[in-house]
């Protein structure tokens, strides 16, 4: 099964299994389906103890390169690895339990031959599996994924196609400091390095199930997530409080409290953070503005504050109305009335 020596496959396709024989036949299926069939299939088995090896076993294709660690060496490993062994051009990740669209790796191509400086191209994903379907729209553009990268993360890891050239010019790719949130890691990098762009068609089925690395390990995530929007705030000229920090990482989530000195707090993290992108990143400044008086808005109508609340939340001097929709400031008003709230704890 292993790939015999020939021309050199413009795409690798690096997929990590861990005890994942209940979904890899459908990956590996969903890759092989392809319509651009110029790749490798690298496929490295990180210890399961399972029957995954079985359902990769019966595959019998020239594409496919098959490996195994020794023993379970995690992720990260895993995936350095698997990079270090690709030969293609362009590296596509893949993870064991989703479901690729058979266009994805045709369209991601198509955008990486139209811009020589494009590092990264995603794509929207549907999930499912144990909740309901739905499509997660990530920001498309350079303009808005450069607005996005420090609140929240803004591609779908095994929705991705990168330019390996880019990778190899890291000092480290994926790093094993930043566990369970190296994506993030690694886009917080990257996207300085040259272009980017999600798709804005959904070309992964994202599988959602309870033994998820991003299900079991959420706290450790989201104690990752905030060294690397540290690290991102470092690159702004900021150097946050811890007080802040938890402030900043709250934007994305939106969660308030029912007290108007921490209104405040937030207003004043809010101004600094705004300040300091506009210095640096000013070409993206309309975007930025949109999600940043997004995200205010919400903090400001779920804090149950009332019309005060409402008053505070739209005097301030990094918020424009102009930057919102009509129907977020409906709701906001409509939340003030009716002292709704969504508060810690």
């Known amino acids: 099964m292993d790939q015999t020596v020939g021309n050199t496959p413009l795409i690798s396709v690096v997929m990590p299994v861990y005890n994942a024989g209940v979904y890899v036949r459908e990956a590996i299926e969903s ?5 651009c069939r110029d790749f490798e299939l690298i496929i490295i088995n990180d210890g399961s103890t399972d029957d995954s090896i079985q359902y990769i076993r019966a595959f019998h294709d020239d594409r496919i390169v098959y490996v195994e660690n020794p023993g379970n060496k995690g992720l990260i490993y895993t ?3 698997g990079i270090e062994l690709a030969r293609g051009a362009y590296i596509a990740r893949m993870d064991a339990d989703d479901i690729c669209d058979p266009s994805r790796f045709e369209k991601q191509l198509r955008e990486f ?15 499912f599996g144990k909740r309901e379907a739905k499509i997660d729209y990530m920001p498309s553009t350079h303009a808005e994924i450069m607005a ?12 991705v196609m990168l330019r390996k050239s880019a990778l190899l010019d890291l000092e480290e790719i994926y790093r094993a400091d930043y566990k369970h949130a190296e994506d993030y ?23 959602e199930h309870d033994k ?22 470092n690159r702004l000229g900021l150097n946050p409080t811890e007080a802040e920090l938890a402030i900043h990482l709250n934007i994305f989530k939106g969660i308030s409290r029912q007290d108007m000195d921490y209104l405040k707090q937030n207003a004043a993290w809010f101004k600094k953070f705004h300040d ?32 005060k609340g409402l008053k505070f939340t739209l005097s301030q001097p990094f918020f424009s109305a102009k930057y919102v929709n009509f129907k977020d400031l409906i709701k906001i008003v ?12």
């Open 31 to 35: 890759i092989l389906s392809q319509t």
């Open 276 to 307: 300091a992108f506009m210095v640096q990143f000013s070409a993206f400044s309309v975007k930025f503005n949109r999600i940043l008086a997004s995200r205010w808005l919400k903090i400001g109508g779920n804090s149950g504050l009332g019309l």
């Open 79 to 81: 995936l350095n690895k």
């Open 212 to 233: 998820q690395v991003s299900t079991v390990f959420e706290t450790v995530k989201y104690q990752t997530v905030g060294k690397i929007q540290r690290n991102l705030l």
């Open 334 to 345: 409509y939340k003030s009335l009716t002292g709704y709230k969504q508060v810690e704890g």
């Open 185 to 207: 890691d690694l886009w917080s990098r990257l996207v300085f390095r040259g272009h980017t762009f999600n798709i804005p068609e959904f070309l992964l089925h994202y599988r």
């Open 113 to 127: 031959q139209k811009d020589p400086e494009l590092v990264i191209c995603g794509s929207y994903i549907q999930t």
């Open 148 to 159: 996005s990268v420090f609140i929240s993360c803004p591609f779908a890891h095994p929705s």
